[in-house]
């Protein structure tokens, strides 16, 4: 791997150097009742907008390449035929400026189902293939569980990703083209004392983190406690309004459907995204549910991402940014119902 | 409008459609009337023979009477009882007709004759206890809101000319709310019934940073107890929770349940 650094001041020209196309990155949302600053993943119009340094975004970034809502066709009808025309909304190249480990490592997970499938989907593979990605290191937050779902690092699926070392970045370059922006910013090679300063940065990030989860075995632990109590006590609580899945960075699960216009000259197709917490996402044709009870849904939601996901792709569909547990209202977090569900409440 | 209508060459009928009003401010009927951008396309669809606030014209020869209202009066049963022998399908247009709506708040006061008293003074109106529709006539269909969605009543009234079935949501606010990516309204310091109230009206007043005061009613799943335990987390009363949850009348058979449990938190002195 190629590593360059550059000095703090020049991160602006680089965000101007990028922003002929459109910028997506962290910015302020507001303040919550207690004061403290929520964040989210918009579009950037100035270089002021971005935060970078952001606490965890209410959302992930996922809308940006799995809309909640997408138009997948769109068909003009005519008095006895219909003309089918399919946009896969790709317009423009977005840069995503400022993405943590745990997002790019969530889109690297997005990848494998929706990308390197037996039926990619071309709706997802256009927005993904025209996003330049500057990830940012970060330092963890109390929720942060990535170091146990080993996503706390970003290995590939970005461009560049910078780490601060103080009064200057030290970058890992992916792409030929992030290093042509950064050859433009005149980015130097770092010195043995960078690399020093590098380790360190990361050492202090490794001891940081405040929740863990036990992964070992837990395909099995799964399998093993299929019935424990655990599981109702979980959904009792539960709501069952999606909103873990909605904040989710991976959870792609969907259902279309098919609208005909008021003037019925028109008709569409939508993709909207679902969640495996909601009553109706098991309920099937003739309207019989196989998950009726809140219990049995919320436990499936954990089959999928740390057992079913782990044996199809040998890696967790969790990337351990604890957005769900931080927006659910009823207090469900993955750390907590993994460890209930192994006996160590 | 005299074009035969047809979908992809099948003919199809066009329904003759009738709007009827009870207990209710006429707002739902208003919506119909309020979008002007697709008020020809919906009026091609159906062929209306009596709607008091749109039109002069009456006729009871009607396939699908749309009623908004609730019941407060004893003749007002008797002309519902006619719509719905008249009706072939009998569609309840909004909270009032679904619940009874902000009306039915008056069956909160113990005393329905101080309630009387207090409105009509000397001049009293022979009113009764308010109930939705289906307490008096079987409903086929419920659009739920205060007031109905516009664009969901065309969608509905689309699917039932060409024969599509019709669903109305069956998860929570919330669903559409953080598809939209609002801040929750918790984490604002406001309450919010979102999380037990039926999605459908894509978040309408929590896009715009209101509090969710769950108009269209329960959603199919409605953990209300867990809702008590948020609002108390968030510092908000069994009072602000019941002030919310009765608004609509919606939830009338699960706030039953937290009044038996919790001392009565909405009472009023006669």
Known sequence: ?345 | MDQQLSYLGVPLTRPKVAFFDFTSCEGCQLQILNNEATLLDFLNLVEIVNFREGMSEKSDNYDIAFIEGSISRPDEIKRLEAIRHNAKIVVALGSCACFGGVNQLKNRFNDLNWVKKEVYGDFPIETIEVHPLEKYVQVDLKIYGCPIKKEEVEKIVTNLVVGKSITSPEYPVCMECKANENICLFELGEPCLGPVTRAGCDAWCTNNRRGCWGCRGPADVANVRQLEEIMHKYGFSNETMLDRLECFGGFASLTKEIKKTKKPAAKRKK
């Open chain 1, 1 to 345: 791997m190629i590593f360059k650094v550059f000095p703090k001041k020049k991160l602006s020209l680089l965000y101007e150097l990028l922003a002929v196309n459109t910028m997506v990155g962290p910015t302020l949302k507001g303040k919550d009742r207690n004061g403290k600053s929520l964040y989210d993943f918009d579009v950037l119009y100035t270089f002021d907008d971005l935060a970078l340094d952001y606490t965890a975004t209410i959302h992930s970034a996922k809308r940006f390449v799995l809309p909640y809502h997408e138009k997948l066709s769109s068909f003009d009808i005519n008095k006895t035929d219909w003309k089918k025309h399919v946009d896969i909304n790709v317009y423009k190249p977005l840069v995503f400026f400022g993405m943590h480990p745990c997002d790019i490592n969530a889109l690297n997970k997005l990848d494998m189902v929706l990308a390197g499938n037996v039926y990619p989907n071309p709706y997802y593979i256009g927005k993904r293939k025209n996003i330049f990605i500057v990830g940012l290191d970060c330092s963890p937050e109390p929720q942060c569980f990535c170091h146990s779902m080993g996503t706390d690092s970003a290995l590939h699926g970005f461009d560049m990703f910078l780490t601060d070392l103080g009064d200057k970045y030290f970058v890992e370059v992916l792409s030929a083209t992030a290093f042509d922006f950064l050859s433009q910013i005149k980015s130097k090679e770092p010195s043995k004392k960078d690399h020093q300063h590098y380790k360190q940065v990361n050492a202090l990030k490794n001891k940081n983190f405040a929740t863990n989860v036990e992964t070992n075995d837990l395909t099995k632990i799964l399998d093993l406690e299929f019935d424990a109590k655990a599981w109702d006590q979980w959904g009792d609580k539960c709501l069952s309004c999606g909103t873990c899945s909605n904040v989710c960075p991976t959870c792609y699960c969907y259902g279309v459907e098919e609208n005909i216009d008021l003037d019925l000259k028109n008709a569409n197709k939508i993709r909207s995204l679902h969640s495996c917490n909601l009553l109706d996402f098991a309920k099937v044709s003739g309207g019989h549910n196989f998950r009726p009870e809140k219990s049995t849904r919320l436990k499936y939601r954990y089959y999928h991402k740390h057992r079913g996901f782990v044996e199809a792709f040998e890696e967790s569909l969790c990337v351990g940014c604890g957005r769900c547990g931080q927006a659910c209202l009823a207090d469900i977090t993955p750390p907590e119902v993994i460890a209930s569900v192994r006996g160590k409440e």
